[in-house]
């Protein structure tokens, strides 16, 4: 399953960059006052699904542009072909291909390929997780004044009045905070340890299906902004270090939202 979905990302992540900066803005479109589809989310779609029905015919699937797809199954393939299609479109290179495998409910694997940055990051359930082959962990600051955080949001009016809020405050609590516009690469940043957290109000399961696994198999932590273990329902994701995350919380309950 891991080499399947590994060939899926390369496969779409080959033809988004092949087609990276050539992409012509006046055939996007929009899905909704803050989302957009561009011809390209759609073909690397279709390569994702090919492979991955191939392969296993019988297993279900959620990906972003199609909804769900095939028969009831333990197995939910959740997918975003294009992570960051507003940044792909004005030629910013923080896009990404997210690919996650959840078993009864339960995540068991996430790949995220950034074909400009030659990024590969996989992660296994209870096996680690990995950016090109090597072993990657999560920071080890627990200061919010020495964080770094990113945000993104989900396209409803009450999400985006609610990351306005968290912004304000967390700006001007820590080190810094940043819209990066790909939650499955700012997933993998924190898996990393290049930034300390990501949150996100209203957060669609295929943008962040395959990089939670990343963070907790790096050694962080994945809740709601309450706090309870996020899962594949869950409306509102925080992913941090870990060591932050009881401070980011205490902070977010503070905040009428």
Known sequence: MKQTAIKAAKAAGKLLLEKFKKLDRRTVKFKSKHEILSSLDLEAEKIILEIIKKKYPNHHILSEESGEIGP???YLWIID???GTTNYSMGNPLFSVSIGLAY???TILGV??????KELYVAEKDKGAFLNGENIKVS????????LITFCHGHKEKDIKRVVKLYEKFKLSGFDMRQLGSAGLELAFVARGSTEAIMIPGAH??????GTLLVREAGGKVTD??????????????????????QIIKTTNKIET
Request: charged residues 35%; hydrophobic residues 35%; aromatic residues 10%.
């Open 112 to 117: 995220v390929y950034a074909p400009y940055l």
């Open 81 to 83: 072909p294009l992570d």
């Open 225 to 246: 902004f309450k706090g309870k273990e996020w899962n594949l329902k869950s409306e509102d994701m925080l992913a941090s270090n870990g060591r932050l995350h009881g």
């Open 72 to 74: 009831k199954s333990d």
């Open 104 to 106: 009864k409910n339960e």
């Open 205 to 210: 399961l295929w943008d962040v299906g395959a």
């Open 140 to 147: 080890q600051r627990d200061k919010l004044l020495k964080a």
